[in-house]
């Protein structure tokens, strides 16, 4: 941990996790601070699911924070990553996104690696005919990009730098193990992947995912379908770090008699708003518990996503103080029906970039970067259910977004 | 036997469509039963079926409409379609099949341009009452990333 408060670059006001300084959404210091102490710190970095590396060789790019990462399984069933930077002059090791190799060469001067990331070759390491060539005492084991940490929960991959990073079970906590475990439940496989550039910092978006005061009011057609409404049953679980999240809900009769939103007289609750074609709302059971949806985010930047049948992972990545990569993985499960595929398939409509209830989420935190310009001196209120960062049964609550700050205080030592 | 020309005019008529804001207008280049999807070339490549806007009716593009009018919220915007030459891969008398390049540049409430989606429609088109219609267009976009978000259609 550290705790040199004195050199942190914004100034939080008390040890609260009410006000947010909104210079934390655009202080290059602090974002360099973040790659070290969160990204390659004491978290697991959501990676990729095992499904996308399904036999010895498989590999898939990707990153941790802003580190370019290489996953990949090996012979013997297992999956390693490193970074991907070679050992000599720093390039690339593996340029495709995804592939099979028996091992790995950077192009620049043909290093060769294994899949476990140890340094195999060097070219001309004995020089050419007698000139040249790396002195004696170069020693290949002493060598190579960094390793990371695996853990593999429920299909899920995640990668850690840090040797202290506690098991990924106790990282999760019961509570989110047994919502991750509610949906991976059974093999997956993926029906689609897209990347959505959001021109804002990657802490609005993490944000916006915990913030579940916001669903029904930013998207009309959430709220007009009765997908998520606050009055309907459901709740906010936050773990002891406060960095992992579940909002869910399930659909309840009883609550949509309840008057509070006209009572509101909220532009979002439109009755006249109807759909021509239901068919992109039609979905079958398939959860005992009747949860209907499920947002389940893992610190710092990992989102599981349940709304009806339409399941992806989202991976949350900075890209410099103002722009962020969303990767988005649709999945379906690997025995799904051709019926139950399409159904996932066409309520895929409803989220990733042109989502009718999460297209908003791509530019809300761009409107937020863009409102804070020249108020890096001034702070945003954080305060709504209160201040403290326990579960709850109702979600016109910010207790998520507290935990987000009190996790991510925690490992900024700030 | 449906031709060139005609394949010219009916993708010129779409694309003022959407650009001059007249989107009630654009199901209707669509047979009732349809096909409309937007992806990328690495999803189309590895077989991925999800797309970014994935629609089996033409109800669903009126819905998609109507949300774009009544219930999502983003910033004013508007495209500038420039389609390249369809290249007919099969024509009959009643459909054909094309793939027909497109860039899309959009403009910002900022009032800024900038070059949003490149790629290749790839159609079936059928004639219905005498008119040209689509039954399946699949926007297959070059780059993997969308910009914030994608409200209008491409």
Redesign the interface.
């Known amino acids: 941990m550290h705790n040199d408060i004195q050199s942190q670059p914004v100034h939080w006001s008390g040890p609260g996790l009410t006000r947010i300084p909104f210079a934390v959404y655009s202080d290059p210091q602090l974002a360099a601070d973040e790659q070290a102490r969160i990204f390659r710190g004491e978290v697991w970095n959501y990676l990729c699911l095992e499904a996308e590396l399904p036999d010895a060789g498989s590999y898939r790019t990707t990153f941790a924070g802003e580190t370019p990462v290489v996953v990949v399984r090996d012979d013997d069933g297992e999956i390693y990553a490193f970074e991907n930077r070679c050992a000599h002059r720093g390039a690339l090791i593996a340029l495709e996104?995804s592939g099979r190799s028996d091992n790995f060469q950077c192009v620049y001067h043909a290093w060769s690696y294994n899949r476990q990331g140890d340094l195999t070759g060097v070219a001309f390491e004995k020089g050419v005919k007698g000139q040249g060539g790396m002195p004696a005492s170069f020693c290949k084991e002493a060598h190579g990009p960094r390793k990371l940490r695996i853990a593999s929960f429920c299909g899920l991959v995640f990668g850690s730098f840090s040797e202290n990073v506690p098991s990924i079970e106790e990282y999760l906590g019961d509570e989110i193990c047994q919502r991750i475990e509610r949906v991976l439940h059974k093999p997956v496989e993926?029906?689609?992947?897209?990347?959505?550039?959001?021109?804002n910092n990657w802490k609005l978006y993490v944000e916006n995912v915990k913030d579940s005061y916001h669903a029904s009011l930013?998207h009309?057609?959430f709220t007009?379908f009765e997908l998520n409404r606050l009055s309907q049953k459901g709740g906010v679980i936050v773990d002891g770090s406060g960095g992992h999240h579940v909002s869910y809900s399930m659909i309840d009769t009883a609550a949509e008699k309840d008057a509070s939103y006209r009572e509101q007289a909220l532009r979002s609750d439109?009755d006249r708003?109807r759909?021509?074609?239901p068919?992109?709302l039609a979905g079958f059971k398939e959860y005992d518990d009747g949860v209907t949806l499920q947002i389940l985010s893992v610190f710092p930047g990992f989102v599981l996503q349940q709304i009806q049948n339409c399941l992806a992972v989202r991976q949350v990545l900075p890209r410099g103080t103002t722009r962020t990569?969303l990767n988005w993985t649709?999945i379906g499960y690997a025995d799904d029906t051709p019926e139950q595929?399409k159904v996932?398939?066409?309520q895929?409509?409803l989220v990733?970039?042109?989502g009718?209830i999460s297209?908003?989420d791509?530019?809300v935190g761009?409107f937020v970067q863009r409102g804070i310009a020249g108020a890096a001196d001034h702070e945003a209120i954080v305060e709504m259910g209160g201040d403290a960062t326990a579960s709850s049964e109702g979600r016109a609550t910010e207790a998520s977004v507290r935990g987000f700050w009190k996790a991510y205080r925690r490992h900024m030592g700030a | 036997m449906i031709d060139l020309l005609a394949l010219c005019a009916f993708n010129a008529a779409y694309a003022d469509t959407i650009d001059s804001d007249a989107l009630e207008q654009w199901p209707g280049f669509f047979t009732e039963e349809c096909h409309y999807r937007i992806t990328h070339i690495e999803n189309e490549r590895e077989g991925l079926a999800a797309g970014i806007v994935y629609a089996d009716s033409r109800a669903m593009l009126e819905d998609r409409i109507a949300a774009l009018r009544e219930a999502n919220i983003y910033e004013r915007q508007r495209y500038r379609h420039l389609l390249g030459m369809p290249r007919l891969q099969n024509a009959q008398a009643e459909s054909a099949e094309a793939r027909t390049p497109f860039i899309v540049a959009r403009i910002m409430a900022t009032g800024q341009t900038e070059v949003f989606a490149t790629g290749v429609y790839q159609d079936r088109f059928v004639r219905q009452e005498g008119q040209l219609r689509l039954q399946s267009r699949v926007a297959v976009c070059d780059s993997t990333v969308i910009d914030t978000l994608l409200a209008l259609p491409l």
């Not at chain 1, 993926?190 to 021109?199: D, E, H, S, W, Y």
């Open positions: 996104k993926v029906i689609g992947r897209f990347t959505q550039a959001l021109p930013l009309l057609f007009t439109n708003y759909l021509k074609d068919s992109v990569e649709y595929r996932r398939l066409k895929s409509n990733g970039p042109a009718f297209m908003e791509g530019a761009g």
